[in-house]
């Protein structure tokens, strides 16, 4: 864009050196002939006009970019806002997990520690109970 703009302020700096020609004669005295209305003048120069229509349609998509930016920038505050709010939940429910885990194993060892005894105690007993249990558990596979 700084090239056009350059371009825009000062369209006789690519002529000759040796002839110094204000810009407004620099783009009139460009044309081939007073009657060619091409927009494109000698050395591959835009016309007045044809530069400002581009440098409208640059301006144009750079407040256009600058608005998307501007809503991704707010997109992304309000995301690193609530991952903050989630990651704090977070950690607590992940405590709340690992003291869940832990107190079960310790339940499951306690019941692992009864079932011991009461099997060392009453051996005929549990084991009768065992095969009740293992059969009921065989009945409620079959029916589901």
């Known amino acids: 864009m700084w090239l056009l703009e350059s371009k825009l302020k000062n369209p006789a700096s690519k002529l000759d050196s040796q002839t110094e020609v204000p810009s407004e004669t620099a ?23 044809m530069l400002n229509a581009v440098l409208h349609d640059q301006r144009e998509m750079l407040a256009k970019l600058e608005k998307a930016n501007e809503t991704l920038d707010t997109c992304n505050t309000l995301s690193h806002q609530r991952i903050d709010a ?21 339940l499951y060892k306690r019941l692992r520690i009864v079932q011991t005894k009461v099997s060392k105690l009453y051996p005929a007993n549990y084991a009768d109970a065992v095969s ?13």
Request: hydrophobic share 30%; net charge negative.
């Open 27 to 49: 783009s009139a005295s460009s044309m081939s002939s007073p009657s060619t209305s091409s927009s494109i003048a000698p050395e591959g120069w835009l016309d007045d006009r």
């Open 86 to 106: 989630y990651a704090t939940d977070f950690k607590h429910h992940v405590k709340l997990l690992l003291e869940m885990k832990k107190d079960l194993e310790s």
């Open 132 to 144: 009740k249990a293992e059969m009921h558990e065989i009945e409620e596979d079959e029916n589901d």
